[in-house]
């Protein structure tokens, strides 16, 4: 606050293009790649979680079996997480995710799609994902309506029209090129499909975040909009992009489902919506924007899950699990208030 | 008059937070019925010292003596009730409520200690509303609905529905027109022929010479002297206190020759106009000229500005650019064109404020950094700093977090991010606001360089003598009009405030 400039701070004559001296700019690491505290503890704590499991379950929890499994059901809401930290990023919310990978996924099973097999489905998985993140980012963005109402419709709406599409039927998946993706011979060197198209969408997720003009945008919208907009960026399509992006994940892990589940239900994604903020949240992404990272959202993922596979496997009450989580979000907050302050 | 013991001495009070002694050493003495104003540059720990005393920082060394007594405000409710009221710069109304739920905030008059009784609250504040001599204002209004000039007397009521005796005020006039400045004064004046006593504290040396009484000033967090007569000590004297330097303004030489009227204008208004806001306006701005709009506030200046960059869309007339028309109401048209804006409200317009600086001044520059969207961060950051370093800008650390920096270097990095575009024509809002006084003069001789590289600049203050001491040319604004337009030499600043003023409604 109480900055006072450094006598040498004034009239100092101006160095005009002076050369950059390459010891201090080979010594600097881009932001993205440097661990702060955040990943640091987080990472802390799956290795806690994994001790506890190595523990209590040594033979189940540390079996190849049980990490894919660990892995495979991550997968899912790990895609749908990290369109969400844009969004999230970005100053806004998207409510609507579990309803739209519930939409996305009995769409895409009717009888009708699966006439025209994997492509159809993937298709029109991705399709309606992309669909309703147009609906959601145009209602937003030109609409000028607020993200959490905007998004709050979208869920009502897409999981009434799942609802009317299944009228509450599981929809069953007979396309064996679908189904194949699934199974233990489908594995790539002992790697799930599912897990690889996880890594792939974090991988693409990161570069995008770290490395263009369209992370540092959503990070300029959700740090300051107003600024961002004086600067002469056309925030409102950015916007857009952002919803589009978490409607193109929500396909995605749609049709992850689908492989996972082999149909399609209108019940899925259940609280969604809940889980991917809270992944977002813990991994240190901050809720009024401004500052996100899709590692920390992977790794919030990551938590989440293993603490679900250890109370399985410790035949713990689903009931136990929920105050766990609760008490966990909780703590990551905390240490993440104390860490910003001491920046 | 008798020295009677004072209301309130502090001495040698101390505080430090990390990194930063706020406070090293702070004496202050406040008689009761007396304006006491406190003078000091940009931290110079002005606003550290108004926390201590409304108890939202706790000293770490030093004495408060309250009437007599050694006290410790340990938490604002507990200064509130020694009978020291705060009225900070930022006006903390909740503006959802109205007038009189928010001067009885957390003490309103209750039947069984639950349910407000609203009419007596409403009648209790119109009472302090006369008392302040402003019973205009309806206590059953929203806060939000009120002027700055009316939500300050709405703090003031609320000081003054406790049992108050020190009325502390940061920069009370900061955000008011001259006529509502003048109502200030007279509350002021009453408040203290009832024995209140009212620190003040200001930037303006006019204004404490016409109501203070006594001046302490700081400097580095220490009182350089205290208890000077308000009236008599003089301005030279005062701030070369503050500074260490005798001077205020250091205002860069002109370029030699005259803006050269023969170069094709870069910017041309014609007749652009807001409704309600500012009457067509025509002017033309050469490579090199730096123009200067003068008004007071709700003159129309910064609509004016915020209107040729296409943050507000026109309702008649248009801008060109090099004689191309900007498509009107978009920021980006100018932006391309080569316009930029530092806008009035530097935290909340220009800055992004979690990031270091070559983020905020690479931000509308991305594309050129990147292919296909990709990013070349080290290219982006080497040009951040030479940009930067054209301009001094400190520290001389690209990864540095913009909200660390001061205001002057802040203001630098919001010019760097234009210069890095290779803009030709640069809006100025407020350019120095929040800038120390020793980096103004920095400032002006970066605008003045970066004119004379042929640059042209259209500024906008508040600041009179800054107008005239860095513009070329003047034109001077009354309720949205161009009343005089003159070159900067033949004006000064009591001609200037004339034509402002004239014809303008007093109270």
Redesign the interface.
């Given at each position: 606050m109480t900055q006072s400039t450094t006598p040498a701070g004034h009239g100092t004559p101006a160095t005009p293009l002076a050369p950059v001296p390459a010891g201090k700019s080979a010594a600097h690491r881009p932001p993205g790649l440097r661990p702060d505290v955040r990943t640091l503890s987080l990472l802390g704590v799956l290795a806690v979680l994994v001790a506890v499991g190595g523990v209590t379950r040594p033979d189940e929890f540390l079996s190849v079996s049980n990490l894919q499994l660990v892995l495979t059901q991550a997968s899912v809401i790990g895609v749908v997480t990290v369109g969400m930290t844009f969004v999230i990023t970005s100053g806004g919310i998207d409510l609507s995710v579990g309803a739209i990978v519930a939409l996305a996924s009995v769409w895409a099973t009717t009888v009708a799609t699966q006439e025209y097999g994997f492509a159809g489905i993937l298709f029109t998985a991705v399709a309606v994902g992309l669909g309703c993140g147009l609906v959601n980012g145009l209602l937003i963005a030109y609409g000028g309506m607020v993200p959490f109402i905007a998004t709050l419709a979208m869920f009502a709406s897409a999981r009434g029209l799942a609802l009317q599409i299944t009228d509450g039927k599981t929809q069953i998946v007979t396309v064996e090129s679908v189904l194949d993706l699934g199974v233990k011979d489908a594995y790539v060197l002992g790697i799930p499909p599912l897990v690889l198209v996880f890594a792939a969408v974090t991988l693409v997720g990161w570069l995008l975040f770290n490395r263009t003009t369209f992370g540092r945008r959503t990070v300029a919208v959700g740090g300051n909009a107003e600024a961002t907009r004086l600067a002469g960026i056309d925030v409102r399509r950015q916007r857009l992009y952002l919803y589009l992006l978490s409607g193109l994940c929500c396909g995605i892990a749609a049709f992850l489902l689908i492989v996972l589940a082999g149909s399609g239900q209108n019940t899925n994604g259940n609280l969604y919506e809940l889980d991917a903020i809270a992944a977002a949240i813990i991994g240190g992404t901050l809720l009024s924007g401004g500052r996100g990272t899709v590692v920390g959202s992977v790794l919030g993922v990551l938590v989440f899950t293993t603490i679900t596979n250890l109370f399985a496997l410790n035949n713990l009450e689903s009931a136990v699990q929920q105050i766990a989580k609760g008490a966990i979000i909780v703590a990551a907050v905390l240490v993440q208030h104390r860490a910003l302050r001491g920046d | 008059m008798a020295p009677e013991p004072p209301l309130l001495t502090m001495s040698g009070i101390t505080k430090s937070?990390p990194g930063?002694r706020?406070l090293d050493g702070v004496d202050l003495e406040v008689r009761a019925g007396e304006v006491h104003c406190v003078l000091g540059q940009n931290?110079a720990?002005k606003?550290?010292l108004i926390k201590v005393l409304a108890g939202a920082h706790q000293p770490d060394g030093g004495r408060i003596t309250w009437c007599g007594q050694e006290v410790t405000p340990g938490s604002p409710i507990a200064a509130m009730r020694l009978g020291i009221a705060t009225i900070y710069q930022e006006l903390d109304l909740v503006e959802g409520l109205s007038v009189a739920e928010n001067v009885f905030l957390g003490h309103e008059p209750t039947t069984a200690g639950f349910v407000v009784r609203t009419r007596t609250a409403r009648t209790a504040a119109a009472r302090l509303l006369e008392r302040l001599g402003h019973g205009e204002i309806d206590p059953a209004r929203r806060a939000g609905e009120l002027s700055a000039a009316q939500r300050q007397i709405v703090s003031m009521a609320r000081a003054l529905s406790h049992d108050v005796r020190l009325i502390v005020m940061d920069e009370p006039s900061a955000a008011l027109d001259p006529d509502e400045v003048d109502n200030l004064f007279r509350t002021v004046g009453d408040l203290t022929a009832e024995g209140v006593a009212v620190v003040y504290i200001s930037h303006r040396l006019e204004e404490i010479r016409r109501i203070g009484d006594r001046v302490t000033v700081l400097k580095?967090?220490r009182t350089v002297a205290g208890g000077l007569p308000a009236k008599s000590t003089s301005t030279d004297e005062v701030v070369t206190l503050m500074t260490g330097r005798s001077v205020e303004y250091v205002f860069p030489e002109r370029s030699p020759q005259d803006a050269p009227a023969t170069a094709e204008p870069v910017l041309r208004i014609e007749g652009l106009t807001r409704k309600g806001e500012f009457a067509p306006l025509d002017l033309e701005l050469r490579p090199g000229e730096i123009v200067g709009l003068a008004g007071l506030v709700g003159s129309g200046r910064s609509e004016i500005l915020e209107t040729v960059?296409g943050?507000r869309r026109p309702t008649g007339g248009r801008v060109l650019v090099d004689g191309v028309p900007l498509r009107p109401g978009s920021?980006?048209a100018?932006?391309?064109a080569g316009v930029g804006?530092a806008?009035e409200e530097r935290k909340?317009?220009?800055?992004?404020?979690?990031?270091?600086v070559t983020?905020n001044v690479t931000?509308?520059t991305?594309?050129r950094f990147?292919r296909g969207?990709?990013?070349d961060?080290?290219r982006e950051?080497?040009a951040a700093?030479?940009t930067t370093?054209?301009?001094?800008l400190?520290p001389d650390d690209p990864?540095a977090?913009i909200r660390?920096?001061?205001g002057?270097?802040q203001q630098k990095a919001v010019l760097a991010?234009w210069l890095l575009r290779g803009c030709k024509v640069l809006l100025l809002d407020e350019p120095t606001r929040g800038v120390?006084v020793?980096?103004r003069?920095?400032l002006y001789g970066v605008v003045r360089?970066l004119a004379d590289e042929g640059l042209a600049v259209l500024l906008v203050s508040s600041e009179v003598p800054e107008v005239l001491g860095l513009a070329d040319r003047v034109l001077v604004l009354r309720e949205g009009n161009v009343v005089h337009t003159a070159d900067a030499r033949e004006l000064d600043e009591h001609r200037v405030l004339d034509l402002v003023m004239e014809g303008s409604p007093t109270a």
């Open positions: - | 937070f930063v706020a931290g720990g606003s550290t580095d967090g960059y943050a920021v980006r100018a932006v391309r804006l806008p909340a317009q220009a800055l992004l404020p979690m990031e270091s983020r931000v509308s991305l594309s990147s969207g990709w990013l961060q080290q950051r080497d700093r030479r370093r054209e301009l001094s400190r990864d977090r660390t920096l001061s002057g270097n991010r120390d020793g980096a003069a920095e360089r």
